[in-house]
T-cell receptor
């Protein structure tokens, strides 16, 4: 089954404790992206990757890191999480081309206390 | 950066009623996407529009992109409780190094009462 998986689905952590949210897709997609969703602010892009070893900033990259060492994986790293990073995070992937039909993961709800 | 404004922010309708959600861009749209999200879940792709004047339909949902490519509408005919959710429009930046950047509107929350 074609899908984007994220782990963990739920995470409660404390300020400053490094964490990684994993994202994996099994569709051989070149493009992957991370978003955060907050009430009243909608869905905002954090980072995206056009292919292996190619990443770029979205609209809200501060406080986040990403890497794309393999085509299928695109982890999101929070080196020193802060409470303002409490949010619902989504990973998405798509094949390159004009359609940009993105497949979204189920989301990771992160709470930083 | 491109900004997308959706209206209304929320909508409550009775089952069977028609409704329209609008998405307006501050810049010319080079690709406009409509997604549906159930609360707290991932987004599901509905439709993508690229050409001015383009119109696409899927079951009871029709999306249009105006000729100037700065406004899109999503119309649901004879709404059902299964249509309830959050509808988001998204747009891709055109060309250059930023063409992977996607911007989304803030979403429209649709409630359909049986």
């Amino acid at each position: 089954e074609a899908q984007v998986t994220q782990n963990p689905r739920y995470l409660i952590t404390v300020t400053g404790k490094k964490l990684t949210v994993t994202c994996s897709q099994n569709m051989n997609h070149e493009y992957m992206s991370w978003y955060r969703q907050d009430p009243g602010l909608g869905l905002r892009q954090i980072y995206y990757s056009m292919n292996v070893e190619v990443t770029d900033k979205g609209d809200v990259p501060e406080g986040y890191k990403v890497s794309r060492k393999e085509k299928r994986n695109f982890p999101l790293i929070l080196e020193s999480p802060s409470p303002n990073q409490t949010s619902l995070y989504f990973c998405a992937s798509s094949s390159r081309g004009e359609s940009y039909e993105q497949y979204f993961g189920p989301g990771t709800r992160l709470t930083v206390t | 950066s491109q900004e997308l404004e959706q209206s209304p922010q929320s909508l409550i309708v009775q089952e069977g009623k028609n409704l329209t959600i609008n998405c307006t861009s501050s810049k010319t749209l080079y690709g406009l996407y409509w997604y549906k999200q159930k609360y707290g879940e991932g987004l599901i792709f509905l439709m993508m529009l690229q050409k001015g004047g383009e119109e696409k339909s899927h079951e009871k949902i029709t999306a249009k992109l105006d000729e100037k490519k700065q406004q899109s509408s999503l119309h649901i005919t004879a709404s059902q409780p299964s249509h309830a959710g959050i509808y988001l429009c998204g747009a891709a930046s055109a060309g250059g190094t930023s063409y992977g950047k996607l911007t989304f509107g803030q979403g429209t929350i649709l409630t359909v009462h049986p």
